[in-house]
T-cell receptor, first 112, second 115 residues
Framework: DQQVKQNSPSLSVQEGRISILNCDYTNSMFDYFLWYKKYPAEGPTFLIS?????DKNEDGRFTVFLNKSAKHLSLHIVPSQPGDSAVYFCAASAEGTYKYIFGTGTRLKVLA | GAVVSQHPSWVICKSGTSVKIECRSL??????MFWYRQFPKQSLMLMAT?????????EQGVEKDKFLINHASLTLSTLTVTSAHPEDSSFYIC???????????FGPGTRLTVT
């Protein structure tokens, strides 16, 4: 039972364009969401987070949107850079647990 | 700030032996640490939650007698894979909960190969 899903295993985007990574969840108790970036054989690196009381959070080139009614969140990267090429995981946590359930990841490739 | 280290970064061991992996929070105290494993091309799977000074809480399906977790101090948690078998070969990652309860900082991971 995959509570957090990233249906696109891979995505290719031209440098300078927008990258949109999507994430869907099934558990309505999730109230905090994170996006992580991961390179092979390394631990995940935190990118951006969003609480369920918000529908948007922005940090530089990264923006996360949350649609609670659709149980959907997305990460926008603008403009995309070759260094952004990595696997991106979304993760969700239910109130008070502080445990994160990770999605399956999307491999982003930014083409120069 | 908020650096988490893991040691060793990779280890090869023979089937039947035990392996200990250390996870340290270098510049902050972590009352709670988490252990994950990741199979190739799959997601991070939470194995257990490690709380300083108390027993770890294991996720469903994770054998607590096989994956021994000790969180003896506010900066160190250890995972011992006992009587390792080839199917235990995986990438093990720890994380530490930061000052904000929802923050979580990850270590670089440990690649375990059991021959």
């Amino acid at each position: 039972d995959q509570q957090v899903k990233q249906n696109s295993p891979s995505l290719s985007v031209q440098e300078g364009r927008i990258s949109i990574l999507n994430c869907d969840y099934t558990n309505s108790m999730f109230d905090y969401f994170l996006w992580y970036k991961k390179y092979p054989a390394e631990g995940p690196t935190f990118l951006i987070s969003i609480s369920s009381i918000k529908d948007k959070n922005e940090d530089g080139r990264f923006t996360v949107f949350l649609n609670k009614s659709a149980k959907h969140l997305s990460l926008h990267i603008v403009p995309s850079q070759p260094g952004d090429s990595a696997v991106y995981f979304c993760a969700a946590s239910a109130e008070g647990t502080y445990k994160y359930i990770f999605g399956t990841g999307t491999r982003l490739k930014v083409l120069a | 700030g908020a650096v988490v280290s893991q040691h060793p970064s990779w280890v090869i061991c023979k089937s039947g032996t035990s392996v200990k992996i250390e996870c340290r929070s270098l510049d902050f105290q972590a009352t709670t640490m988490f252990w994950y494993r990741q199979f190739p091309k799959q997601s991070l799977m939470l194995m257990a939650t490690s709380n300083e000074g108390s027993k770890a809480t294991y996720e469903q399906g994770v054998e607590k007698d096989k994956f021994l977790i000790n969180h003896a101090s506010l900066t160190l948690s250890t995972l011992t894979v006992t009587s390792a078998h080839p199917e235990d070969s995986s990438f093990y990652i720890c994380s530490a909960r930061g000052p904000h309860p929802y923050e979580q900082y990850f270590g670089p991971g440990t690649r375990l190969t059991v021959t």
